[in-house]
């Protein structure tokens, strides 16, 4: 027969395998509200890039519509290229001291 130690026993360790199962299922109901929280998150803030690319680019537009093409006037585009491809370094001594390409407005 089982002795009342030994029954005490299976009842203790019954009772940490039921909290053990509670546990997990709080961390995995946690995990999951945490994943949709991400997922809203990231959601808004694609929405958030998209309608400022959109401003970005209207801006862009308007400066093209309003202010007439001239020598003395370099657009967004012209001033943002500096000349090198994305990713690779500029030359050293070709431009001013930081390495980058000195910008020459009204070529």
Known sequence: MVSTGQ??????????????CVML????????????????????????????????REGLRLQGVVLPESASTPKADDVLD???AAGARAPRGAGSSSGLPELKLGE
Not at 10 to 15: A, G, I, N, P, S
Request: avoid cysteine; aromatic fraction near 12%.
């Open 7 to 20: 029954l005490m026993f299976m009842v203790f360790m019954l009772l940490g395998f039921a909290a053990l």
């Open 25 to 56: 299922f709080f961390v995995l109901r946690s995990l999951d509200e945490l994943s949709r929280t991400i997922r809203a998150d990231r959601e808004r803030l694609t929405a958030l890039v998209e309608a400022l690319d959109a401003n970005v």
């Open 82 to 84: 500096l000349g090198f």
